[in-house]
């Protein structure tokens, strides 16, 4: 199995409500585990990662939450912001220029420069090195926006390459390029579920980031797989209960019938995880459904061991 | 629970939305399905549905028009269904045609690299592109009723107030100050300019390039003089999703996080004054029967009641029987509570239907009927 902790940069993409963050944070314990310097990032979304590593908010600017992690919610208009101080030097000159009413517009009417500066303030603290020249951190884990602006952000190199052909944006986006493709350094984990959407849009995905972008693919983790309840002569049983339909009682009815739903919803799964292994020549990792009310660190700590487990068995193999 | 005939009757618009994978694709084509059953003419707008899905509503060769699905439960009742997939980028393409002064601005925008990425870029566009659609399709179209699948989305003005950003970006002002002076003066002469405008333009041609500002400059500036349509257009978009006669609904997953974003959805519509004609909580596993306390059952007496033979059920099977039993328990008592709160936000008028979770996926006709039968309950 690929050693995906190798890479300086994970970047967690997958369909919204698969999981990303769940997954994401917890690739951020499995990196601390094995003693890596981490910054996890997440993009201008609700801030999911906090609540899931147990620390506290995540805000614009960097923070130490845990011992060895850094967490920063990267915002667009920050990090615009950011960047034009850094090429004009003077923040007075920043707010002379960039605040007027005219200028905000304009660069708000042009959506790639606002995912160009966020790819950029990414791949900035990819070189950050402390005092003595080494990287500020080993490892950074970015949890992407669900699919179709994850695709986009991650395409922008290549879109802003073919737009701008010479100066300040072109050298920096031929860079973020080169970082995005190395296959050394990046890699792109897949999340999806075991159901018919999407699984069809984690193929799709691959295809694009693979095929079309270049972008070289990490691991796939199949999540919230439903667990086998019983076994096959049982599952015989529960079917056998279901198509004859006899006379009885309702508590036996409701019994059953919560059984013959668990059997369902772990065959149908079971069709998903086949078709993904079959169309994806990715590793994969099933992650179980969690029979939980909310999401929370412990649930975090629960998959993160469980890819651990999963990592350790093959890596041995 | 009300169903949801009542909620929608009379609606000439009804708008589908909340956050991505709850099944709003699903909701739109089944209601879409009954509502042609019925003996109406439909149209369903859908964005980028899966593809089996797709098929069984006759999508996957079709594009940015409505493509008729024949069916003979339709015809039987003089109902039509018409569906389309929402392409921002055709969308745009026909806006632009439409709005454009002649065929030289039309090309000089189509043919602007920034217009592409402009077009294909999220925040706003997609919005846009689909409310923009809605307008045209529910006034020109000739259709009793235009159903859209949204953008998936987590609040609502996001989507509903796309078109009024798009105005703010594409602003007027914006030509006074930058792009006028830019195309007037061209990059190599801000010399020409007034103090500020030149040195603006300068500290901007350092910060992106000069080549690119001009690009940027020349896509928005091919714009002019389509604003004022543009702003008459947004206006009667906004109108139209303020009238009375189009309805929002709002489909939730069952998890108890997803249906607190539901009801915080519901409240944001009604904030902005926009109809809210009720919640769709899809793939619930809610058994009332479940609810009741199973655990001290003696199971293998009432399989024998049942005539089933007494080795058919050890005492392991019957363990892992209230074991899985106990999972729907506990998912029942909860949905319960959440339910019971979503119950009190709705109100008298609105629906609050609950779609139990298929046993398969749901992509041919049938299973669409079933799941529409279940809406309209």
Redesign the interface.
């Given at each position: 199995m690929k050693d995906i902790f190798n890479r300086r940069l994970l970047i967690t993409m997958g369909?919204?409500?698969?999981g990303r963050s769940l997954i994401s944070a917890a690739l951020v314990k499995c990196a601390l585990k094995r003693g890596k310097k981490v910054l996890c990032v997440q993009i201008s979304s609700?801030d999911r990662l906090s609540v899931l590593l147990g620390c506290s908010k995540a805000t614009t600017e960097v923070k130490e939450a845990l011992p060895g992690l850094s967490i920063v919610n990267i915002q667009a208009a920050e990090a615009l912001k950011e960047y034009?101080v850094m090429?004009?030097h003077l923040e007075f000159?920043y707010r002379?220029?960039f605040e007027?009413?005219?200028?905000k517009?304009?660069t708000?009417?042009?959506?790639?420069?606002?995912?160009l500066v966020i790819l950029g303030k990414i791949l900035f603290h990819e070189k950050e090195t402390d005092s003595s020249g080494k990287p500020l951190y080993d490892i950074i884990i970015v949890d992407a926006p669900?699919t179709?602006?994850g695709i986009?952000l991650l395409n922008i190199p290549s879109?802003m390459l073919?737009?701008?052909?010479?100066?300040?944006?072109?050298r920096e986006v031929r860079d973020m390029y080169k970082v995005l493709t190395d296959p050394t350094l990046t890699a792109v984990n897949f999340v999806s579920l075991p159901?018919?959407?999407?699984a069809?849009?984690t193929i799709e995905l691959y295809q694009k980031l693979l095929m079309e972008y270049r972008i070289p693919p990490g691991l796939l983790f199949i999540n919230a797989v439903f667990p086998a309840?019983?076994s096959a002569r049982?599952e015989g049983?529960i079917e056998k209960?279901q198509t004859d339909n006899?006379?009885?009682?309702?508590?036996?009815?409701?019994?059953?019938?919560?059984?013959h739903?668990?059997v369902?919803?772990h065959r149908?799964n079971k069709t998903y995880v086949e078709m993904l292994h079959e169309k994806l020549p990715l590793d994969s990792i099933k992650l179980p459904y969690v029979?939980a009310?909310?999401m929370d660190s412990s649930i975090t700590g629960l998959i993160s061991d469980t890819i651990d487990t999963e990592l350790n068995s093959r890596g041995r193999a | 629970m009300a169903g949801l005939d009542k909620a929608i009757e009379k609606c000439r618009v009804i708008v589908v939305c909340g956050?991505?994978?709850?099944g709003k694709t699903t909701c739109s084509a089944a209601i879409a399905y009954r509502l042609a059953m019925q003996g109406k003419k439909v149209a369903v707008l859908t964005v980028?549905p899966?593809?089996?899905?797709a098929d069984s509503l006759g999508l996957e060769t079709l594009g940015n028009v409505p493509s008729r699905i024949e069916h003979s439960r339709f015809a039987a009742q003089g109902g039509e269904l018409w569906a389309m997939m929402l392409d921002s980028r055709s969308a745009y393409d026909e806006m632009v045609s439409r709005y454009a002064r002649n065929e030289e601005q039309k090309q000089r925008i189509l043919n602007n690299?920034?217009y592409q990425?402009?077009t294909?870029?999220?925040?706003?566009?997609?919005e846009y592109a689909a409310m923009e659609k809605i307008y045209d399709l529910s006034c020109n179209g000739g259709y009793d009723i235009v159903i859209l699948d949204t953008p998936?989305s987590?609040h609502a003005l996001d989507l509903l107030q796309a078109p009024q950003r798009m105005m703010?970006?594409?602003?007027e002002?914006?030509f006074?100050?930058?792009i006028k002076p830019y195309l007037a003066a061209g990059k190599l002469s801000v010399q020409v300019l007034s103090f500020g405008s030149a040195?603006?333009l300068k500290?901007?041609t350092?910060?992106?390039?000069?080549?690119?500002l001009s690009?940027?400059a020349d896509f928005?500036g091919s714009f002019q003089g389509m604003f004022g349509d543009f702003h008459k257009r947004a206006e009667s978009v906004q109108k139209l999703l303020h009238d009375p006669n189009t309805a929002f609904l709002v489909v939730s997953?069952p998890?108890?996080?997803s249906m607190r974003e539901a009801a915080a959805f519901q409240r944001e519509l009604e904030r902005a004054a926009y109809n809210f004609n009720g919640f769709i909580v899809n793939r619930s596993?809610y058994?009332e029967?479940?609810l009741?306390d199973?655990s001290s059952?003696d199971?293998s007496e009432?399989?024998r009641?049942?005539?089933?033979p007494e080795e058919?059920i050890s005492s392991v099977?019957g363990n892992?029987?209230?074991?899985?039993?106990k999972?729907?328990n506990?998912i029942s008592k909860?949905f319960k509570q959440e339910n019971q709160q979503l119950e009190k936000s709705t109100g008298k008028q609105a629906a609050l239907v609950q779609i139990p979770?298929f046993?398969?996926?749901i992509?041919d006709i049938e299973s669409l009927m079933e799941f529409a039968a279940l809406l309209w309950d």
């Amino acid at each position: 199995m690929k050693d995906i902790f190798n890479r300086r940069l994970l970047i967690t993409m997958g369909k919204g409500g698969v999981g990303r963050s769940l997954i994401s944070a917890a690739l951020v314990k499995c990196a601390l585990k094995r003693g890596k310097k981490v910054l996890c990032v997440q993009i201008s979304s609700e801030d999911r990662l906090s609540v899931l590593l147990g620390c506290s908010k995540a805000t614009t600017e960097v923070k130490e939450a845990l011992p060895g992690l850094s967490i920063v919610n990267i915002q667009a208009a920050e990090a615009l912001k950011e960047y034009a101080v850094m090429q004009v030097h003077l923040e007075f000159i920043y707010r002379l220029v960039f605040e007027n009413r005219a200028v905000k517009y304009f660069t708000r009417a042009v959506p790639a420069l606002k995912d160009l500066v966020i790819l950029g303030k990414i791949l900035f603290h990819e070189k950050e090195t402390d005092s003595s020249g080494k990287p500020l951190y080993d490892i950074i884990i970015v949890d992407a926006p669900a699919t179709g602006h994850g695709i986009f952000l991650l395409n922008i190199p290549s879109v802003m390459l073919s737009a701008v052909q010479s100066g300040p944006i072109n050298r920096e986006v031929r860079d973020m390029y080169k970082v995005l493709t190395d296959p050394t350094l990046t890699a792109v984990n897949f999340v999806s579920l075991p159901e018919e959407m999407p699984a069809n849009e984690t193929i799709e995905l691959y295809q694009k980031l693979l095929m079309e972008y270049r972008i070289p693919p990490g691991l796939l983790f199949i999540n919230a797989v439903f667990p086998a309840m019983f076994s096959a002569r049982e599952e015989g049983i529960i079917e056998k209960f279901q198509t004859d339909n006899k006379q009885c009682d309702w508590r036996l009815r409701c019994l059953m019938k919560c059984a013959h739903m668990s059997v369902a919803r772990h065959r149908l799964n079971k069709t998903y995880v086949e078709m993904l292994h079959e169309k994806l020549p990715l590793d994969s990792i099933k992650l179980p459904y969690v029979f939980a009310d909310e999401m929370d660190s412990s649930i975090t700590g629960l998959i993160s061991d469980t890819i651990d487990t999963e990592l350790n068995s093959r890596g041995r193999a | 629970m009300a169903g949801l005939d009542k909620a929608i009757e009379k609606c000439r618009v009804i708008v589908v939305c909340g956050p991505g994978g709850v099944g709003k694709t699903t909701c739109s084509a089944a209601i879409a399905y009954r509502l042609a059953m019925q003996g109406k003419k439909v149209a369903v707008l859908t964005v980028d549905p899966a593809r089996r899905l797709a098929d069984s509503l006759g999508l996957e060769t079709l594009g940015n028009v409505p493509s008729r699905i024949e069916h003979s439960r339709f015809a039987a009742q003089g109902g039509e269904l018409w569906a389309m997939m929402l392409d921002s980028r055709s969308a745009y393409d026909e806006m632009v045609s439409r709005y454009a002064r002649n065929e030289e601005q039309k090309q000089r925008i189509l043919n602007n690299p920034f217009y592409q990425h402009f077009t294909q870029a999220v925040g706003g566009s997609h919005e846009y592109a689909a409310m923009e659609k809605i307008y045209d399709l529910s006034c020109n179209g000739g259709y009793d009723i235009v159903i859209l699948d949204t953008p998936p989305s987590l609040h609502a003005l996001d989507l509903l107030q796309a078109p009024q950003r798009m105005m703010d970006v594409v602003d007027e002002s914006i030509f006074k100050w930058v792009i006028k002076p830019y195309l007037a003066a061209g990059k190599l002469s801000v010399q020409v300019l007034s103090f500020g405008s030149a040195y603006i333009l300068k500290i901007l041609t350092r910060f992106i390039g000069g080549e690119m500002l001009s690009d940027i400059a020349d896509f928005l500036g091919s714009f002019q003089g389509m604003f004022g349509d543009f702003h008459k257009r947004a206006e009667s978009v906004q109108k139209l999703l303020h009238d009375p006669n189009t309805a929002f609904l709002v489909v939730s997953s069952p998890s108890p996080a997803s249906m607190r974003e539901a009801a915080a959805f519901q409240r944001e519509l009604e904030r902005a004054a926009y109809n809210f004609n009720g919640f769709i909580v899809n793939r619930s596993l809610y058994d009332e029967n479940c609810l009741v306390d199973l655990s001290s059952l003696d199971f293998s007496e009432l399989f024998r009641s049942a005539g089933y033979p007494e080795e058919m059920i050890s005492s392991v099977f019957g363990n892992k029987l209230k074991d899985n039993w106990k999972i729907y328990n506990h998912i029942s008592k909860k949905f319960k509570q959440e339910n019971q709160q979503l119950e009190k936000s709705t109100g008298k008028q609105a629906a609050l239907v609950q779609i139990p979770l298929f046993e398969r996926d749901i992509h041919d006709i049938e299973s669409l009927m079933e799941f529409a039968a279940l809406l309209w309950d």
